[in-house]
């Protein structure tokens, strides 16, 4: 059984930093695009970040520049560093794992983690 679980949420002052984790369980991790995704009050579910078993990174434009997604394959754990902040950045992150295996696809997320930017 695959879990992801997040960590690093927390209440921060605008221009603050937080790094988001997520650590997970199960072998297909090296194998699967891992997305970070938010979903802020009273709107929908969005894609934060994404980055790809190759590396490449995608960013929603609200972001580009101030958050970074990385991941680590050996500790099975992926990032999200979050620069600059801004109260719109609040709300709760998700991690994502998606991957497809010998013809199946696997989609996972974990339960979530509060970041609040207010001063």
């Known amino acids: 059984q695959v879990q992801l679980v997040e960590s690093g949420g927390g209440l921060v002052q605008p221009g603050g930093s937080l790094r988001l984790s997520c650590a997970a369980s199960g072998s297909i991790f090296g194998i699967a695009t891992l997305g970070w995704y938010r979903r802020a009050p009273g709107k929908e579910r969005e894609l934060v970040a994404a980055?790809?078993?190759?590396?490449?990174?995608n960013y929603a434009d609200s972001v580009k520049g101030r958050f970074t997604i990385s991941r680590d394959n050996a500790k099975n754990t992926v990032y999200l560093q979050l620069n600059s902040l801004k109260p719109e950045d609040t709300g709760v992150y998700y991690c994502?794992?998606?991957?497809?295996?010998?013809?199946?696809?696997?989609?996972?997320w974990g339960q979530g983690t509060q970041v609040t930017v207010s001063s």
């Open positions: 980055i790809t078993p190759g590396g490449t990174t």
């Open positions: 994502n794992m998606d991957a497809t295996q010998w013809g199946n696809r696997h989609n996972y």
